[in-house]
């Protein structure tokens, strides 16, 4: 079974910035077909979307709680996702997941619609 590999937590303080990664465990997997979203989950909550982007056309939707200061992307050729994240505070401490639409080429942001979670990297920002 194919499993997401997230790299690039850590700890550190409100304003700072980080760059998660994803990749395929599997080299043979080719990411470029799916939609791969990027989710959360805060100690004592249920998982949230944080952010997707489309397989084909680069399109992007984001959580209201991490608009213009998050920016996920895609480098195909390195078959990665990435999530940028500035000016970060303190609520954005969680696990955060990377995930892969169990369906090719469909542009989605239902959480339902994803699989293949990886294990998730810790993020904590102190205040």
């Known amino acids: 079974q194919v499993q997401l590999i997230e790299s690039g937590g850590g700890l550190v303080q409100a304003g700072d910035s980080l760059r998660l990664s994803c990749a395929a465990s599997?080299?043979?997997?080719?990411?470029?077909?799916?939609?791969m979203g990027w989710f959360r989950q805060a100690p004592g909550k249920e998982r949230e979307f944080v952010a997707a982007i489309s397989w084909n056309t680069g399109s992007t939707n984001y959580a209201d709680s991490v608009k213009g200061r998050f920016t996920i992307s895609r480098d195909n050729a390195k078959n990665t996702v990435y999530l940028q994240m500035n000016s970060l505070k303190p609520e954005d401490t969680a696990v955060y997941y990377c995930?892969?639409?169990?369906?090719?080429?469909?542009?989605?942001?239902?959480?339902?619609?994803?699989?293949?979670w990886g294990q998730g990297t810790q993020v904590t920002v102190s205040s």
């Open positions: 995930a892969r639409d169990v369906l090719r080429y469909r542009w989605t942001i239902s959480p339902q619609n994803f699989g293949s």
């Open positions: 599997a080299r043979t997997l080719s990411l470029y077909m799916y939609t």
